[in-house]
C-alpha cells in the first residue's frame, strides 16, 4: 500500500515538472519529424515546439488562419511581465485556454533522447534504428 502511494506520488512530481517546463526544443524533435508536422505547434513567445499548448482567443486576431499556440509556462511568464496583454501584438482582453487536440498531436510526436541521440553517434548506430 505505502509502495503504491509513492509510485502515486511518483506520477504526480512527473507530471508537475512537465507541465512547468519551458517548449520542446524542436532541434530536437526534427530529428525525427517532419518540419510540416509540427509548423502549427510552435510557440509564438519563444519559437520552439509549445509545452503544454495554450490556445489564443482575442477578437483581434479572429481573421488569422493560423492556430495561435503558446506553451503554458512561456505565457506565465509573459503575462507575469505584461500582464492582460496579447503576446502578438500590444492589445489586452485576450482569452487562453488549453489546446487539448494541439497537445495530443504533439505528445505523438517522435522524440529522441538527447543522451541516447549522443551516445548512438559515439558508437556509430544511426539513431531510431
Known amino acids: 500500500m505505502e509502495e503504491e502511494k509513492s509510485?502515486?506520488?511518483?506520477?504526480l512530481d512527473l507530471k508537475s515538472i512537465t507541465?512547468?517546463?519551458?517548449c520542446f526544443d524542436k532541434n530536437w524533435i526534427l530529428q525525427l519529424n517532419k518540419q510540416e508536422a509540427i509548423h502549427d505547434f510552435?510557440?509564438?513567445?519563444?519559437?520552439?515546439v509549445?509545452?503544454?499548448?495554450?490556445?489564443?482567443?482575442?477578437?483581434q486576431h479572429k481573421n488569422m488562419d493560423e492556430l495561435l499556440i503558446v506553451g503554458e509556462s512561456c505565457l506565465h511568464q509573459f503575462l507575469s511581465q505584461n500582464p492582460n496583454s496579447c503576446p502578438i501584438e500590444p492589445h489586452d482582453n485576450c482569452l487562453y485556454?488549453?489546446?487539448?487536440?494541439?497537445?495530443?498531436?504533439?505528445?505523438?510526436?517522435?522524440?529522441?533522447c538527447p543522451r541516447q541521440f549522443r551516445q548512438g553517434h559515439e558508437e556509430g548506430e544511426?539513431?531510431?534504428?
Open 7 to 11: 509510485k502515486d506520488n511518483a506520477k
Open 19 to 22: 507541465e512547468q517546463q519551458t
Open 42 to 48: 510552435i510557440c509564438l513567445i519563444c519559437k520552439q
Open 50 to 59: 509549445a509545452n503544454n499548448p495554450m490556445e489564443i482567443d482575442c477578437s
Open 97 to 112: 485556454s488549453q489546446s487539448r487536440m494541439a497537445k495530443r498531436y504533439i505528445n505523438e510526436l517522435d522524440v529522441i
Open 126 to 129: 544511426t539513431p531510431g534504428i
